[in-house]
């Protein structure tokens, strides 16, 4: 199945650390979104981002759409304990109302010490 | 609000038997797409169904079947299961009506197929 290149694939940090992840992919989306997984759970999403070189912020969490369409990355600033889990990015390329799936990124799953 | 809720959230299922997973959408939400994740395949698009139509369906053979009811609920049935199937299935829901804001997970149903 298809999959976009998330990376890096883990990352284990200190609390108060800054952590960036990005995703990369071969085809154009129109919207990426970055969502978050703990265990046994479904994924919860973080930030939606709807238009190229669009730039936004949730509370720690900031999130760019890529100019090219192709990419985006994710920041969390000044991590904490329960930041803890698996990141996973989203693109989606929508039009009209033809087609919402969403393709995901392989996942960066996320540790950090107190 | 209520949230997206599936049922059951575990299920054991012999090799050749058939399963049906259900999901209840958010209120008011019409679109509902099903997600297959594995650890080695990620999160995999299967389908996704709006005012009951099939809108979309993703690269799984056709033992992978859904339906969706008046009433935005949903259902997903695999015949025939192999052990391959063994996955955490999860239904999203989306309200179309308020543009492409992505989409509210459920906490999925674990099949495991022995």
């Known amino acids: 199945g298809q999959q976009l290149n998330q990376s890096p694939q883990s990352m284990f940090i200190q609390e108060g650390e800054d952590v960036s992840m990005n995703c990369t992919s071969s085809?154009?989306?129109?919207?990426w979104l970055w969502y978050k997984q703990d265990p046994g759970e479904g994924p919860v999403l973080l930030i939606a981002?709807?238009?190229?070189?669009e730039l936004t912020s949730n509370g720690r969490l900031t999130a760019q759409f890529g100019i090219t369409r192709k990419d985006s990355f994710l920041n969390i600033s000044a991590s904490i304990p329960s930041d803890v889990g698996i990141y996973f990015c989203a693109g989606q390329l929508r039009y009209g109302g033809a087609t919402n799936k969403l393709i995901f990124g392989t996942g960066t799953l996320l540790a950090v010490q107190p | 609000k209520a949230g997206v809720t599936q049922t059951p959230r575990y299920l054991i299922k012999t090799r050749g038997q058939q399963v049906t997973l259900s999901c209840s959408p958010i209120s008011g939400h019409r679109s509902v797409s099903w997600y297959q994740q594995t650890p080695g395949q990620g999160l995999q698009f299967l389908f996704e169904?709006?005012?009951?139509?099939?809108?979309n369906k993703g690269n799984f053979p056709g033992r992978f079947s859904g339906r969706q009811f008046s009433n935005s609920r949903s259902e997903m049935n695999v015949s025939t299961l192999e052990l391959g199937d063994s996955a955490l299935y999860l239904c999203?829901?989306?309200?179309?009506?308020?543009?492409?804001?992505?989409?509210?997970f459920g906490s999925g149903t674990r099949l495991t197929v022995v």
């Open positions: 981002l709807y238009k190229a070189g």
């Open positions: 999203a829901s989306s309200s179309q009506s308020q543009g492409w804001y992505g989409y509210t």
């Open positions: 169904y709006f005012s009951e139509t099939q809108r």
């Open positions: 085809s154009i989306f129109n919207t």
